[in-house]
Structure formats: structure tokens, C-alpha cells
């Protein structure tokens, strides 16, 4: 027993290096794409560029959010089973970019192209959100057909199931930011009118996405397993996992047909964030108002756009917070009633 256990904690560690190495590695490459696209032309359409503006979207505030989603999921898990959820998000992620590159490229245009967006974004949010209220224990995921825990393996593979499945949905974050690489590279792929070409530099903009994604997981990863809170403080880590999948998902639902993102794109956080972008890494990267005029998108008035969503994200969030507080006291009265009754 003792030498199996040495044996796996061997392996464990020969793992824990790889991991070291890939996750300096795709951060290193993230560095040096973003210092990249910075620096470069964007008339000249390659899939340099396609990989360079996949990378700039994760420092853009319309699909940093994507960041809380991924790193929550594939904590806690262990090293092989959280890296291969990242990696699991980021195919989810990036064949859906693929998908949208060959429908610009069948479609030959690609104004107006975000509304499609609008309800994957309410589906995500609220996938997220559910994910998050079972993670906390505030509702029962349970089989109809089978009462009893899952095994192991069954557990394992609706964790991956579900990493694939908020990776497809959160593709669709960035299809309506207006970076200007993004939509150079959207354009030359209209024009082009070619699935092949489509479908090539969808995928290769999706891995430039996932990029920096799978290396903040990983650091992440790292950083929680080897401080021993996998083992000695699992339930903290669940429920942070839980919190943050219900914050993410309460923030996103009303950027699906229920408000629009007027909201997000008008508020002060946004605001100060792509103008810090700008002064850093430059126009090319940043989210451009050029851009928004091409692509139909008007100021936006209505105070009830403007500030309702803010409303329904207060809404979301205080009530499993009540509804958390609520079952912690239930569950200690249980326990004081128990141990009333077992005192001698």
C-alpha cells in the first residue's frame, strides 16, 4: 500500500511539472501573440492573425467574464481531472468559433451576426446559474430513474460533459465585441466565401481563445492543489465554485433577450476597462466604436435597458444567498435538535 501510494504521488508530481511547463508556456505564448497583434498591421489577413486576436479577446470586458466560468470548473478536481476540463472548455469553445466561421462564410456577410448570440448567452447564464445553486447544495441533482449516489465515473463524466457543454455556449462570448481584428479577420472570411477558409481560421481564432484560458486554469490548478485544499478543505472549494458559477450566470442572463448587453457595454467597469486596454495594448486590440457604427449598434436611452438588468443581477444574487443562510440554519437546528436528543 505504502509503495503504491509513493508510486502515485511520483506520478502525481512527474504530471504537476508538465502542467508547470505547459502553463508558462501558453502564457509565454500569449504574451508574445498580444505583444504581436499590438505591433502589427491588421490589413494583412493571415492565421497569425486569426491566433492573435483569439489571444487579445481574454483581456477585452466583453468576454473576460469567461474567465470565471472555466477556472471555478476545473478546480477542485485534481490535476488530470481539472486539466482535461479546461481542455474540455476550450474545444467546446473553439469548435463553436469554427461553426461561426464557416456560417460567415456561407452566409457572406456578418452584420447583425451577434443577435444570434443573444439566446446562447441567456442558455449559458443559465446553465451556469443551476450548475452553481447544485454545486452549493440548494438544489438536488438527481437521476429520475436512480435514487443513489453516482459512481465515481459516472460523476466524472458529467463534469466533463458539463465543461464541454459551457465551453460551446461561451463561444458565443466576443461574436459582438467590436474588436477590430476580430472583424478584420470576419470580413476577409465573408468575402472569401469559402467553408474551408471558414472553418480553418474559426478554429485557429477558437485555440487562440482557449490559449490564455487553459493557462490561467492551470496556474490555477497548480496554485490550489499544492497548498492541499483538494483534500483538506474541499467543501470551502466547492462552494466557491458554486458562489462563482452563480455570480457569473446571474450577471450574464440578462444579456440574453431579456435586456440586450446595452447595459454591460454602457457601464462604468466597461468603460474604464476598454480605455485601460486601449492606453496599454493599443487600437488594434481594444473594443472600437468604428466598429459598432459598421455593425448597426445605437446608443441605447431606455433606462430600464440601461439600469433594469442591474435590478434582475441583485435579484439573482440575493436570493440564493437568503436561500443559503436558510438551509445553513436549518441544517444546526437539525444538529442541536440531534444532539439534544442524544444526550444522556
Given at each position: 500500500?505504502?509503495?503504491?501510494?509513493?508510486?502515485?504521488?511520483?506520478?502525481?508530481?512527474?504530471?504537476?511539472?508538465?502542467?508547470?511547463?505547459?502553463?508558462?508556456?501558453?502564457?509565454?505564448?500569449?504574451?508574445?501573440?498580444?505583444?504581436?497583434?499590438?505591433?502589427?498591421?491588421?490589413?494583412?489577413?493571415?492565421?497569425?492573425?486569426?491566433?492573435?486576436?483569439?489571444?487579445?479577446?481574454?483581456?477585452?470586458?466583453?468576454?473576460?467574464?469567461?474567465?470565471?466560468?472555466?477556472?471555478?470548473?476545473?478546480?477542485?478536481?485534481?490535476?488530470?481531472?481539472?486539466?482535461?476540463?479546461?481542455?474540455?472548455?476550450?474545444?467546446?469553445?473553439?469548435?463553436?468559433?469554427?461553426?461561426?466561421?464557416?456560417?460567415?462564410?456561407?452566409?457572406?456577410?456578418?452584420?447583425?451576426?451577434?443577435?444570434?448570440?443573444?439566446?446562447?448567452w441567456l442558455v449559458a447564464g443559465l446553465a451556469a446559474y443551476v450548475f452553481g445553486l447544485t454545486e452549493l447544495g440548494l438544489l438536488p441533482w438527481k437521476l429520475p430513474t436512480y435514487s443513489g449516489p453516482l459512481p465515481g465515473s459516472i460523476q466524472q463524466q458529467g463534469d466533463y460533459a458539463r465543461a464541454f457543454g459551457m465551453g460551446l455556449l461561451l463561444g458565443n462570448a466576443g461574436i459582438g465585441c467590436p474588436n477590430p481584428a476580430f472583424y478584420v479577420l470576419l470580413t476577409y472570411i465573408a468575402g472569401s466565401g469559402s467553408l474551408g477558409t471558414g472553418l480553418a481560421y474559426g478554429l485557429i481564432h477558437g485555440i487562440g481563445r482557449a490559449t490564455p484560458l487553459l493557462a490561467l486554469s492551470i496556474l490555477a490548478i497548480l496554485g490550489v492543489n499544492a497548498i492541499g485544499w483538494l483534500m483538506a478543505g474541499r467543501e470551502r472549494i466547492q462552494r466557491a465554485v458554486g458562489w462563482g458559477l452563480v455570480g457569473w450566470g446571474a450577471f450574464i442572463i440578462p444579456k440574453g433577450y431579456l435586456f440586450g448587453h446595452a447595459y454591460w457595454e454602457e457601464s462604468v467597469f466597461h468603460k474604464v476597462w476598454n480605455t485601460l486596454v486601449h492606453l496599454w495594448l493599443g487600437s488594434n486590440?481594444?473594443?472600437?466604436?468604428?466598429?459598432?457604427?459598421?455593425?448597426?449598434?445605437?446608443?441605447?436611452?431606455?433606462?430600464?435597458?440601461?439600469?433594469?438588468?442591474?435590478?434582475?443581477?441583485?435579484?439573482?444574487?440575493?436570493?440564493?444567498?437568503?436561500?443559503?443562510?436558510?438551509?445553513?440554519?436549518?441544517?444546526?437546528?437539525?444538529?442541536?435538535?440531534?444532539?439534544?436528543?442524544?444526550?444522556p
Open positions: 500500500m505504502e509503495t503504491k501510494f509513493h508510486q502515485l504521488n511520483a506520478t502525481e508530481a512527474r504530471f504537476r511539472v508538465v502542467l508547470v511547463v505547459l502553463g508558462l508556456g501558453l502564457f509565454s505564448a500569449s504574451v508574445v501573440g498580444l505583444f504581436s497583434l499590438a505591433t502589427s498591421p491588421l490589413q494583412v489577413v493571415s492565421l497569425t492573425l486569426a491566433y492573435t486576436s483569439g489571444l487579445s479577446m481574454i483581456v477585452l470586458p466583453c468576454t473576460l467574464p469567461a474567465v470565471f466560468v472555466i477556472v471555478p470548473l476545473s478546480l477542485g478536481r485534481g490535476y488530470r481531472r481539472g486539466f482535461l476540463m479546461a481542455v474540455l472548455f476550450g474545444l467546446g469553445l473553439t469548435l463553436t468559433i469554427a461553426a461561426y466561421g464557416v456560417a460567415v462564410a456561407s452566409l457572406g456577410r456578418i452584420l447583425y451576426l451577434d443577435r444570434i448570440t443573444l439566446i446562447m486590440i481594444a473594443e472600437s466604436a468604428e466598429v459598432e457604427s459598421v455593425l448597426g449598434d445605437m446608443a441605447v436611452h431606455n433606462p430600464w435597458l440601461l439600469y433594469g438588468p442591474w435590478v434582475v443581477i441583485a435579484l439573482l444574487l440575493v436570493i440564493p444567498i437568503l436561500w443559503d443562510e436558510y438551509h445553513r440554519l436549518r441544517a444546526g437546528v437539525r444538529i442541536v435538535a440531534h444532539v439534544e436528543q442524544t444526550a
